[in-house]
């Protein structure tokens, strides 16, 4: 139901949304997408695991069912993206992609939990004010919001350090489990060619806090830590 619209008086680029946005009936073949160039491919990979990052990141206890619906989409993601960025015309791969991305964001795994959206907005402005590509931007700021808010939530993020990307257990804490599962995310993204900083998309760094301020413009947002405009800009410095 939602859709995205810059405004190119003061560069904004806001969400709409409504339920009469929602086709009465779709179609998703993954054969019209063979043609779209890796760059895009690989936009399209980082936004549905992102969609489903956001959904997974809250503080909501006992979500035990959606929590594991939600890793083992991940994981499909995660493999199916490596297989269809690099073979763009098997079909199979691309299919999981395509059924992975419906299921991320057609709100089935929101019921019952909450979600935080911070680093989609935190991307959003940098795409809004540079023009980068929007799962782009998200390889590039997800990273970065982890690594400022795992502290406020850990056992979310060692979850899904252990669950998701493979980490032991037997690393000496749960802050090296928590980064090693950040980095080895970061090698994802890097593996489909994707910026994780924002000197890989040469975005410059003099209007982090312009973008922070527009992040919390509305009121401040996130499940994990509702962010200030000053937690905004120090996240922007992470992507340094």
């Keep these: 139901m939602f859709s995205v619209i810059t405004n190119e008086d003061g560069w ?22 063979f043609t ?5 491919v690989a936009c399209g990979c980082v936004d549905i695991l992102a969609h489903l990052m956001e959904r997974y990141f809250t503080q909501v206890k006992n979500v035990d069912v959606s929590d594991r619906m939600i890793e083992g989409l991940m994981r499909a993601v995660l493999y199916n993206s490596l297989v269809t960025y690099t073979k763009p015309s098997d ?14 964001h057609n709100s089935l795994l929101d019921r019952g939990r909450g979600g935080d959206w911070v680093s989609h907005a935190i ?48 690393y000496s804490d749960d802050e090296a489990i928590v980064l090693e599962g950040i980095n080895r995310l970061e090698r994802f993204f890097v593996s489909l060619d994707m910026p994780t900083r924002v000197s890989h998309a040469n975005i410059p760094t003099d209007r982090f806090r312009e973008m922070a301020e527009k992040v919390v413009e509305f009121g401040s947002k996130g499940d994990i830590l509702s962010v200030t405009a000053a937690d905004c800009e120090n996240i922007y410095k992470l992507t340094v």
């Excluded at 709409?16 to 998703?28: E, K, N, Q, T």
């Excluded at 779209?36 to 895009?40: F, N």
């Excluded at 791969?93 to 992975?100: D, N, P």
Aim: hydrophobic letters at 45%; glycine letters at 4%; proline letters at 7%.
């Design 123 to 170: 991307g959003t402005e940098m795409s809004a004010i540079y023009d980068i590509a929007h799962g782009a931007s998200l390889s590039i700021a997800f990273p970065a919001w982890m690594k400022y808010v795992w502290k406020h939530c850990p056992s979310r993020f060692v979850q899904f350090a252990v669950r998701v990307m493979d980490v032991d257990l037997a």
């Design 12 to 33: 904004y680029k806001r969400a709409v949304g409504s339920p009469v946005l929602y086709p009465r009936f779709a179609i998703i073949n993954p054969e019209l997408s």
């Design 91 to 104: 079909y199979n791969a691309r299919a999981e992609i395509c059924w992975a991305g419906t299921l991320a």
């Design 36 to 40: 779209l160039p890796s760059y895009q």
